[in-house]
């Protein structure tokens, strides 16, 4: 080959080679190997295109890259009125131009101000670690709802329907039907619904129910403030005319609410108002530029039909015989129907819904049909649950089905309805003898079961009689969480199952019996775990303002939010009240939320001022210090076993807490003297404290006496004690002893547990912080063993007797004493806030700071009996995993940390060099740096990526 030949050669390899270079770095055919940062998971206030209120929302996204280590170092958003001006020199709402930083949530819009209905449409880019642009992510938007009331043109309208339905117990008049024909003149460009109620309402047009939600507008303090929703409808109209109507029923406006007919209390229902109301405002805009607005007045009519009885808590008849046909479409006679009422407005405010709506969320069959007598049979849904169902029947005219509701059978294969108290729970269908059969659903009622007795049957039922229609708030998927031991796996069943059953608007305590009230101990002791499962960011974001709605005059947070009043004696109580600082607190934790704390600061600090006069300037709380309540010194730890821990500890304890996250918040919201000051607070609370409640070697001491009648108490008189699970879980946990007596403390705690066989005895209270605390001072062990115990009192234990939910008490059910009378709940999520523990201690996931933009992974392998566990969570920041498997001598862990987090990884090892990442020794410069052995892990510092370790660990 002559010197020329081989120059050209030369030449034409290099032209390949570069060909090949361009064609695998993505250059060519797309950028496959992803080395730079997509955005995806556009979201608005949380929600993926929401109807906001908020005039400068909050917009975030989640970065993806293939690449280890990467990051953002600035970004861009553009938003614009429409997709076609998505471009940087078109956008006519803002363009952001070039940001330094790595922030990719809770990013305030500062574009031009927008309007009423405007919609906005925009999309990110982001700059990596090596300063170059990603691609543009995919259009997202977002849209302005009505942000002034006087946009409202609509009137308030009703029926009152209270003269009918009243029986000797309950007062159930029928639901209201309300109707009007509407005449569109154009082709329909655009067309919105604005609806809400005082009330619960369906709404129609063209026949067509309107959305998919459930229970809408939502559980407000009506007095203050009511919801709407906003529906695109634009596909459910046409040029012509039109019928619209709607649905109303009595929800938790005018119907029964809680205890209130058990305790016989003065109002039993109507706590807001006594007839249902409707508002609605539908907005058309047609082809040719011109609106027309068609609200709810005087002009419409409204019947009642076939709803004879509805109330959430004591279900619905409904006599198919007095349907209306047709009665949402055009051309319905309804000549007979009378005119409705019209109700003035009052100065409540009518806001955008902030929440998740109720809807179906899982369809389940039943797996089994047990007969009881000729005509009566109870199917078993193989799962405790929140919802209705539907019904699938043939018959005679006037034949009449009656569905009641367990979540549990007796012995002998009865329904087991006693815990429901006053909470009748029945639905009764009367068919209208179509010979095809009849299919019928609830409209406005909810139930927790997991058996439906049916009666009144002429034919012999199949698996198709019943269908289980799962309800609760959507609130997206957020965790997951498995491992080698099933009932363990069947307990993180049992916990997700209870917070989809009760995160139902707001977070009740139970979905069953006479109460579904959003209490506060059960809301602040479980939010933790609830962040574990789902993004609830929004859910919280509404239940909020019903707690800072429901604050009482005296500055306390009540014991249940919304708050009507039940009962005299309902107030606050300590555990209970500290859910107006912890909540804004975790949510802030977990989502970096920081809007909220500048929100409900001075809510929050009026809190603080009413726990520093209760306090009389001693900073903390002695006997006595709330006997203005009932029970005297508040509930305490809720439903425990044994001796009783003080009140007043307890309430000392959480005053000292509430000060250091007052202290951390006020950090976070840039408040620097009141920051210092609660952090002062603490350091005197916690002062106080140690010298009123601990002996000088850690010990914990208490020995005041409360006198009263009722659970726990023996010839009139309660002893309480500091000498509890309870008092040393919560010192430990939250911070109220010095670094010095901390491990003397656990080794307290540790040993009760021991000398009660290995058993708890905690409560509501102390629940949450008993594994956690044993495992911040060294006793995992221990902590292991609580969670895999299998007899009473135990998580297991309720596995072992059927549990498919988290059971309210440890003894809801015993072996050879059967069922707890009256209040005893299968669906309560409150001892389910062991799922922090699984996913914090088990897993070992972890964030220093907020939104787990700096994530610690660090695993307790130390029970021999589970020989694997893998959880993830999709954060602000993406998705963190932890996997690990035991096999022999060695651990392998797996480890994924999502794009712009970075991340402390501490592996379990017999010693530093018996650590691989992918069968290699870990050297820097592949995302990871060692940083140093202690205490049985090798610690690591690594940025992004997924990383696989291997380590001998004996």
Not at 194 to 216: M, S
Request: proline share 4%; charged share 20%.
């Amino acid at each position: 080959m002559n010197k020329t030949k081989g120059e050209n050669f030369m030449k034409k390899m290099i032209i390949i080679f570069g060909f090949f270079n361009l064609l695998f770095s993505g250059i060519i055919f797309g950028n496959d190997l992803k080395t730079g940062l997509t955005a995806s998971d556009l979201r608005c206030e949380y929600k993926l295109a929401p109807v906001t209120d908020v005039k400068n929302p909050r917009l975030s996204w989640i970065l993806n890259s293939d690449e280890r280590g990467q990051y953002q170092t600035a970004y861009q958003i553009i938003v614009a009125s429409s997709p076609g001006k998505l471009e940087a020199d078109k956008a006519d709402l803002w363009n952001s131009q070039k940001v330094k930083g790595d922030n990719t949530y809770q990013i305030v819009y500062k574009g031009k101000p927008l309007n009423s209905r405007e919609i906005c449409y925009w999309k990110v880019r982001s700059w990596d670690k090596n300063g170059e642009p990603g691609q543009w992510s995919s259009i997202s938007h977002w849209e302005m709802g009505l942000l002034n009331k006087n946009e409202w043109k609509a009137n308030w309208i009703g029926l009152d329907l209270n003269n009918l339905g009243k029986g000797k117990t309950y007062h159930l008049p029928p639901a209201p039907y309300l109707r009007k024909e509407i005449k569109l003149n154009g082709k329909i460009k655009k067309a919105r619904l604005y609806v809400t109620a005082l009330g619960l309402y369906e709404f129609y047009i063209n026949g067509n129910k309107i959305g998919n939600d459930y229970l809408t507008p939502g559980w407000t303090d009506y007095n203050k403030r009511v919801y709407y929703q906003t529906f695109d409808v634009t596909n459910s109209l046409h040029k012509g005319e039109n019928a619209i109507g709607s649905i109303l029923s009595y929800g938790w406006y005018s119907g029964y609410i809680g205890y209130a007919l058990l305790v016989n209390n003065p109002k039993v229902r109507a706590f807001y108002g006594k007839v249902p109301k409707l508002m609605a405002q539908l907005e058309v805009e047609y082809d040719n530029g011109t609106k027309a607005v068609f609200a709810t007045d005087a002009s419409w009519k409204a019947d009642y039909g076939p709803i004879v009885q509805s109330d959430i808590l004591e279900g619905e008849l409904y006599d198919a015989r007095k349907e209306f046909n047709n009665w949402a479409n055009i051309g319905f006679n309804d000549s007979n129907w009378k005119k409705v009422e019209a109700y003035p407005g009052t100065k409540r405010k009518i806001q955008c819904y902030p929440g998740n709506p109720i809807q179906i969320t899982q369809i389940i069959h039943p797996i089994s049909i047990t007969p009881r007598d000729s005509d009566r049979y109870i199917f078993n849904i193989g799962q405790n649950f929140a919802g209705i169902v539907t019904l699938k029947v043939k018959g005679n005219v006037g034949d009449t089905v009656v569905i009641r509701y367990g979540e549990m059978l007796y012995p002998d294969g009865r329904l087991m309805t006693d815990n429901l108290r006053m909470a009748r729970a029945t639905d009764t269908y009367i068919l209208k003898g179509n010979p095809d059969g009849e299919t019928w659903t609830p409209n406005f009622t909810y139930h927790g079961f997991q058996y439906v007795e049916v009666s009144g049957l002429n034919n012999k039922p199949d698996l198709n009689t019943i269908t289980g229609l799962v309800l609760g708030s959507t609130t997206p998927l957020a965790g997951t969480f498995a491992c080698s031991d099933s009932m363990v796996n069947k307990l993180y069943s049992n916990i997700v199952w209870t917070q989809r059953s009760n995160f139902m608007d707001i977070p009740t305590d139970c979905p069953q019996r006479d109460e579904r009230l959003g209490w506060t101990a059960d809301a602040q002791i479980y939010v933790s775990s609830a962040v574990c499962n789902r993004d609830v960011a929004a859910f919280f974001t509404k239940w909020l303002v019903d707690l800072n709605d429901a604050q009482l005059p005296n500055g306390a947070y009540p014991v249940f939010a919304p708050f009507p009043h039940l009962r005299s004696s309902d107030s606050y109580s300590p555990g209970w009240m500290e859910a107006g600082i912890i909540i804004p607190y975790q949510i802030y934790k977990t989502y970096d939320d920081t809007r909220l704390i500048k929100k409900y600061w001075p809510n929050m600090v009026k809190f603080m001022n009413f726990l520093e006069k209760k306090s009389r300037g001693k900073y903390y709380f002695a006997e006595g210090s709330f006997e203005d309540i009932e029970p005297k010194g508040g509930y305490g730890d809720w439903l425990s076993i044994g001796k009783k821990t003080s009140p007043d500890m307890l309430a000392t304890m959480y005053y000292g807490y509430c000060a250091s996250m007052m202290s951390e918040m006020a950090d976070a919201a840039n408040k620097t003297e009141q920051a210092k000051y609660f952090a002062d607070l603490f350091n005197k609370i916690k002062k106080a404290f140690l010298q009123h409640y601990a002996e000088s070697d850690g010990r914990l001491k208490c020995d005041a006496k409360a006198y009263g009648s009722g659970e726990g108490y023996v010839d009139g008189q309660l002893g309480f004690s500091g000498n509890t699970q309870t008092a040393y879980d919560n010192a430990i946990y939250m911070h109220m002893l010095p670094d010095s007596l901390v491990a003397k403390a656990g080794e307290y705690l540790n040993q009760l547990v021991l000398d009660n066989k290995g058993y708890l005895t905690t409560g509501f209270l102390g629940v949450k912080a008993l594994l956690p605390a044993l495992s911040m001072t060294g006793h995992n062990s221990t902590a292991y063993r609580l969670l895999l115990n299998k007899n009473y009192p135990s998580w297991e234990y309720e596995i072992e007797n059927g549990a498919t939910t988290i059971w309210e008490r440890w003894n809801s059910y015993t072996k050879g004493q059967g069922f707890m009378a009256g209040m005893n709940s299968f669906n309560h999520y409150s001892f389910g806030s062991v799922c922090e523990w699984m996913f914090n201690y088990m897993s070992g996931i972890s964030s220093e700071g907020p939104a787990y933009k700096h994530i610690i992974i660090k695993p307790d392998i130390s029970n021999g009996k589970i020989t694997n566990a893998q959880a993830s969570l999709i954060t602000m920041n993406g998705k963190i995993i932890s996997s690990w498997k035991v096999e022999g001598n060695k651990l392998l862990m797996k480890v994924t940390i999502p794009v712009n987090a970075s991340s402390v990884i501490y592996i379990p090892a017999k010693a530093e060099d018996s650590v691989k990442e992918d069968g290699i020794e870990i050297t820097k410069g592949k995302g990871i740096e060692v940083d140093r052995f202690v205490h049985g892990y090798l610690k690591l510092n690594a940025g992004s990526g997924v990383f696989n370790f291997e380590s001998v660990i004996n």
